[in-house]
């Protein structure tokens, strides 16, 4: 526990102007980040006597060893920097809310030459259009199956419309009369895109006109005797009807506006989003967060702002946000929301009316959510603090391990041996600190040693980072150059092994060999679930109803699954190679062009070099040199039917997306981090 004078900057050195500060811990980790009007006055207020400081305020300040400033000229400037700093440096004493779900959003790909509809979740992409967010992705799919029939938007997947393209088969929507069925050429790309556009507008509140447009034409068939159209017409108003039922009308007036509702007690805090688009619920939404400073009402709407708008630009951002609280100044956060937009953005309290009594619905989610996540948390906190407690005893610690990491091996049979080294803190996943490492000592299987390289290669570089921060001299800052965090500063205080006695003794050893004696390490093997620990010839037997014994079974078996999917995703980039990955000089994009113009590498192997010229970007010297690179390459053996022995003519092998050694995805974002090549 550090003592705030001891890092207290000098009186006049804090300058009296806007600006965004961050607190650091002894090994240079931002634990805390914060904006101020005044840098002088807010930085004041920290370094008083810690028996007026709010409890998590003072816990925060004995953990900081030191603390820094950058000055900005704006309070707009301070709002937005103080948000990206969060979101880089996660700091542990920061108000951070968590969506208890990816919520699913109804996306329809404007950026595609034939626009799809679909559910998308996740990062937003350029060129899409997004409608929600939904509360379950059933709900989704039902307002579009009912909304198909009127607007038969493309909905599958690339290699779904690419096979009947090919075929000259549509799919079963196609036949049904629920997609206009572009693949096949019955609709051309501008007629399906002004489809896709209807079905935006639709989606977006605009459905008066379309409906009146609609009971226009139907009177006007049935007045030609077209019986037939107008009973369709008929059913497409009822469908459009029944989708509009889904969304009850909450504010008469059409209003494009967002409703944020908090519900709060000591220690955390709810959020509840309901988003209201022509003056209907288009979608809902809701955090929760642990109030680990001392955070006003006010300060917790502004930080719901930063998270829900940070990333937003556009209509994304509404006209009008109702809140329950105003941020205090209101203005530099009003002007950082119209700078998002691009225009006016109104941010108030409801004070009368129909918006007055939305919000009152929201707040009443809110305190429903706040109620449910605490039932659910006072168990999982104890379940938690038991299971550690429990590794603890076991394992004679002096403490509780909150940070263990775990390791796993992986290869198939000898090839393509991997690493894995996951993170949990407090008993949860830290998903952002997983890390991934291939093994470059030796060729062959060998677990036991592939586990002392793995540690011994995490533990110099965090010996590395030890010396720079300045424990052991003056050094560096605890940052990359481009100012992210270093990968493996900060040391755990128990090393789990996924093995039994031997991988033990390795990652021992490998400590040992560092000089690292104050990290704890134990093995859990698979068989019987022992848990080994170095320099015993038995294993410590915990119960099977234990629940220490089941957080070091889930580490293990995150270990196992990331560091399996890392070595699968290699193996297949290694087996899905081409032998235009041989041709130097020549990228992606000609390779593309290559097999977009002969169909095959098949056929690019037996063109003459006068042909492979006729691919754009293609000259003499390179078609040369692809011909002879084609040349010396054997062709894939064919494929056999085992069962017959017959040799399959298929499509060849080598035209598959992967063929070219792209990058094949190792799973979501956050299992692609820090891969240690």
């Known amino acids: 526990m550090a003592d705030p004078s001891s890092?207290?900057?000098q009186p006049g050195e804090i300058p009296d102007s806007p600006g965004v500060y961050r607190f650091r811990d002894e090994h240079r980790r931002v634990i805390y980040v914060g904006k101020a009007k005044s840098l002088r006055q807010r930085l004041a207020n920290y370094f008083q006597d810690l028996t007026n400081l709010h409890p998590r305020t003072r816990t925060m300040v004995t953990t900081a060893a030191s603390v820094e400033w950058t000055v900005v000229s704006t309070e707009v400037e301070a709002l937005q920097l103080e948000y990206t700093w969060i979101k880089e440096f996660d700091p542990r004493f920061n108000v951070k809310y968590r969506d208890d779900k990816s919520y699913p959003y109804l996306a329809v790909t404007m950026n595609e030459e034939f626009p799809r509809v679909q559910v998308m979740r996740g990062q937003k992409r350029k060129g899409v259009r997004y409608f929600g967010p939904y509360s379950h992705a059933w709900a989704i799919r039902d307002t579009v199956d009912l909304l198909l029939r009127v607007f038969p938007v493309r909905t599958c997947s690339a290699g779904v419309f690419k096979n009947a393209a090919r075929t000259g088969r549509p799919c079963l929507l196609g036949y049904i009369g629920k997609c206009s069925a572009p693949c096949v050429g019955r609709i051309s790309p501008e007629d399906h895109r002004e489809l896709a556009e209807d079905f935006s507008d639709f989606m977006a509140g605009r459905t008066g006109t379309y409906l009146r447009r609609l009971e226009k034409q139907m009177m006007q068939a049935a007045e030609d005797m077209e019986y037939e159209r107008a009973a369709r017409l008929r059913d497409d108003i009822e469908a459009l009807k029944k989708a509009m039922e889904k969304n009850a009308v909450v504010l008469t007036d059409a209003t494009d506006a967002d409703l944020i509702a908090v519900a709060e007690d000591e220690l955390e805090a709810a959020v509840q989003i309901f988003h209201v688009r022509g003056g209907r619920v288009r979608g809902q939404r809701g955090w929760v967060t642990d109030k680990v400073e001392d955070v006003t009402t006010e300060a917790l709407v502004e930080h719901a702002l930063q998270q829900l708008y940070g990333e937003e630009t556009g209509d994304s951002v509404p006209k009008e946000v109702l809140v329950p609280a105003l941020p205090d100044p209101i203005e530099p956060v009003q002007d950082w929301l119209t700078g998002?937009?691009?225009?006016?953005?109104?941010?108030?309290?409801?004070?009368?009316?129909d918006k007055k009594a939305l919000m009152e619905t929201v707040q009443r989610n809110a305190l429903q959510a706040l109620a449910l996540h605490k039932t659910k948390r006072a168990s999982d906190l104890t379940t938690r603090s038991r299971a550690l407690e429990e590794i603890a005893d076991a394992l004679e610690l002096d403490s509780a391990p909150l940070r263990i990491e775990c390791y796993d091996i992986s290869h198939l049979q000898g090839e393509d041996v991997v690493a894995s080294m996951v993170v949990f803190e407090d008993g949860l996943q830290r998903k952002g600190e997983y890390r991934r490492f291939q093994i470059k000592g030796f060729e062959g299987q060998d677990d036991?040693?592939?586990?002392?390289?793995?540690?011994?290669?995490?533990?110099r570089r965090y010996l590395a980072e030890k010396e720079k921060t300045g424990e052991w001299a003056d050094g560096d800052v605890l940052t990359e150059e481009d100012g992210r965090p270093k990968r493996f500063a900060y040391p755990p205080q128990l090393v789990v092994v996924d093995g039994g006695q031997p991988q033990v003794a390795a990652a021992k050893k490998a400590l040992d060999g560092l000089g690292i004696d104050d990290i704890a390490v134990c093995g859990l093997a698979k068989r019987l679930e022992e848990v080994w620990v170095p320099g015993e010839d038995d294993p410590v037997v915990l119960p099977r109803s234990s629940e220490g014994l089941y957080l070091l079974q889930r580490v293990r078996d995150e270990a196992h699954r990331f560091a399996i999917t890392y070595q699968r995703t290699k193996r297949t980039k290694r087996l899905r190679t081409s032998p235009l990955d041989e041709v130097p000089g020549l990228g992606e994009t000609?390779?593309?062009?290559?097999?977009?113009?002969?169909?095959?590498?098949?056929?690019?192997?037996?063109a003459t070099i006068d042909q492979i010229q006729e691919v754009p970007g293609i000259g003499r010297k390179t078609a040369e040199t692809i011909?002879?690179?084609?040349?010396?390459?054997?062709?894939?053996?064919?494929?056999?039917?085992?069962?017959?022995?017959?040799i399959m003519e298929e499509e060849d092998p080598e035209t598959t997306a992967g063929s070219f050694g792209e990058p094949v995805s190792a799973g979501p974002p956050d299992e692609r981090r820090g891969q240690e090549t």
Do not use: C, D, W
């Open 340 to 353: 998002r937009r691009g225009s006016n953005v109104s941010l108030r309290i409801p004070q009368r009316g």
């Open 590 to 606: 000609r390779k593309q062009a290559l097999i977009k113009h002969f169909g095959s590498v098949k056929r690019l192997r037996s």
């Open 627 to 646: 011909a002879v690179a084609l040349a010396k390459a054997a062709p894939a053996a064919p494929a056999v039917n085992t069962a017959t022995g017959e």
């Open 7 to 9: 890092y207290r900057p």
């Open 448 to 459: 036991v040693r592939s586990m002392h390289e793995v540690i011994t290669r995490r533990f």
